[in-house]
Nanobody, 120 residues
Framework: QVQLVESGGGLVQAGGSLRLSCAATGSIFRLDVMGWYRQAPGKQRELVARITGGGSTKYADSVKGRFTISRDNYTNTLDLQMSGLQPEDTAVYYC??????????????WGQGTQVTVSS
């Protein structure tokens, strides 16, 4: 079993910054693609950013130039540095990870989510 635990959410004024972190623990042989998604009230969950094990990244157009995703393959952690936050960034942010176990099977896991609220 694998657990993803997010931290770092909160309330910030427009233009401010927050850093989200996600720690993966459990039966992990290899962490493959990891990512951050968000879901605002009444909207579908959407990709914010993702990063491969080799460090290749992909960002949603709405966050390019403002958010930076990074990972540490030794500590199995994933971060999202968010700057220039705007009210439209308000959402619950979820960490996810594709995890390969020792048997060679890959499963996708999700964290419980952390609330980010940006006030105008």
């Amino acid at each position: 079993q694998v657990q993803l635990v997010e931290s770092g959410g909160g309330l910030v004024q427009a233009g401010g910054s927050l850093r989200l972190s996600c720690a993966a623990t459990g039966s992990i042989f290899r962490l493959d693609v990891m990512g951050w998604y968000r879901q605002a009230p009444g909207k579908q969950r959407e990709l914010v950013a993702r990063i491969t094990g080799g460090g290749s990244t992909k960002y949603a157009d709405s966050v390019k130039g403002r958010f930076t995703i990074s990972r540490d393959n030794y500590t199995n952690t994933l971060d999202l540095q968010m700057s220039g936050l705007q009210p439209e960034d308000t959402a619950v942010y979820y960490c996810n990870a594709d995890v390969t176990n020792v048997a060679g099977y890959t499963f996708r896991y999700w964290g419980q989510g952390t609330q980010v609220t940006v006030s105008s």
